[in-house]
């Protein structure tokens, strides 16, 4: 009893100290941060709907926790966090939990691989094996001769495999980067390899990333989180933000718990990442990303420039290859103006950011929750903090009207479809609260169905699909259509 009146206690003084924070806020700020919270929406939406709540949508994906920064005119203009770090323990989200970032982390290291180009000691055009010592690129006959360069590293036109790594848990041993490049034990990804000749084309690649961490360490003679902290998070102010081989016990309190996307937790509280370029083993908070993100876009004025000069980060923006893949960034033009963007992903964390190049505006997004939800959470609050701030030509959903369909209708939708009968991937149509649910085999979450006629129905998280269902000679449900961009196909109903 006594265990649990403490821990009241402190659970009561955790969410009283952030609504003091929320308390600094002025009027106007704290309107819009209601505004935020009761705007989120899909890329379609329902002819005269309004918006939907971040809690509702949380519960709608099972979603634990999340916490937001947003930017406005080169400030973070509020913080706010929601939910639960950890389920069992009780811990809510604060706005100094910390979250995994994941694959954001390669922002961040593209910045400090370019103020190694800056200052002259890295040329972005030169093969890699010039700047790496202790371990050497294995050129193959798929590269056909051409070396690869730190720019295509960066770019992901590097023409490498291994797109992404999975993670140890807590006794599992842990590789070294050695280890890793050359995919033996007790590294679990495979050797970072060529798959086609450097240059040609994009192929996303953290093995890529973790090369160019190697040469970091080898160009600059240091540890690489130590080399990063001193040249990004400290200048910046960064002060939550730490690979994950910097946290002390106390600062381990702080993290996250990670969560699949049924809402249970991963096997184990999170998982550690031996790959620290490639953002793997990063823990932050949006705070610290969004002063990241400021730092960027004042440095394109030439306003700060504590790292890099606004030469170098218009460099950094400009596409390679494809046109929204850049140095460390991926770039999208959203009406009328240009954003820099990365998203993350690791098993049990989620994480997103938007930033425009032009005018200071911009929101980072981190949760601790797995790849069903990874595209539409963080979507959905982005599309509304750029409603809400009037980030013109950024959100344009497809509006739908919704008609009411007869429930002896819908009856006959249920059941189970099957793309191919080669295939196990199905879809099962069900009701649940009253409402008919659409469930693809090959997704966790279900998606709820909305109807514009008595046969077509569309979701909320689709925008450009049609579907249809289909009745045989006998006036019986067979099957539903889908009418994408690329084709339309057939889905057979086998139950």
Known sequence: MKTYYIFFLLLITAIATEAQKLNLYSPQVKTRIKKVENNLGGWVKIQDSTGWNILDRMAYYRINGVSVAVINNYKIE?????????????????????????????????????????????????????????WKFPYDSLSRGKKITTLELLSHT????????DGYKWYQPLPNIIQILNGEPPANSPAVRSVFEPGTKFEYSGGGYAISGMEVEDVTGRPYADYMTQTIFKPLGMNHTFYYSQLTEKQKKNLATAYRFDGKDIGC?????????????????????????????????????KILSSTTVKQMFTPQIEKNNALGFFIEQKGSDTYFHHDGLNEGFVADYYASIKNGNGVVIMANTDLAAYIDITEEIINSVATV??????????????????????NTYCGKYKFRDDSDQ?????WRNGKLWFHDSSSPTPWLMHFSSNTDFFFNEIMFNIHSFMKDTHGNIDSFMIKAQDGSFKVKKVI
């Not at 620290?276 to 440095?299: H, R, V």
């Not at 199905?426 to 069900?430: A, G």
């Open 78 to 134: 509020w913080v706010k966090g929601y939910g639960w770090a950890d389920t069992a323990q009780k811990i809510p989200v604060t706005i100094s939990t910390l979250f995994q970032p994941a694959s954001i982390g390669k922002s961040i290291h593209a910045v400090g691989t370019m103020k190694l180009v800056q200052d002259g000691r890295i040329d972005l055009h030169h093969d890699i094996n010039a700047y790496l010592k202790r």
């Open 389 to 410: 701030y009037k980030w013109k030509g950024f959100y344009n959903p497809v509006v739908k009207k919704e008609v009411i369909v007869p429930d002896g209708v819908l």
């Open 158 to 165: 590097a023409g490498l495999s291994v797109h992404g790594f």
């Open 426 to 430: 199905s879809v099962t149509v069900f």
């Open 269 to 305: 509280k999170y998982h550690i990442y031996p790959e620290d370029a490639c953002g793997a083993s990063l823990w932050s908070t949006p705070a610290d990303l969004a002063k990241f993100i400021i730092e960027l876009q004042l440095s394109l004025k030439s306003r700060n420039n």
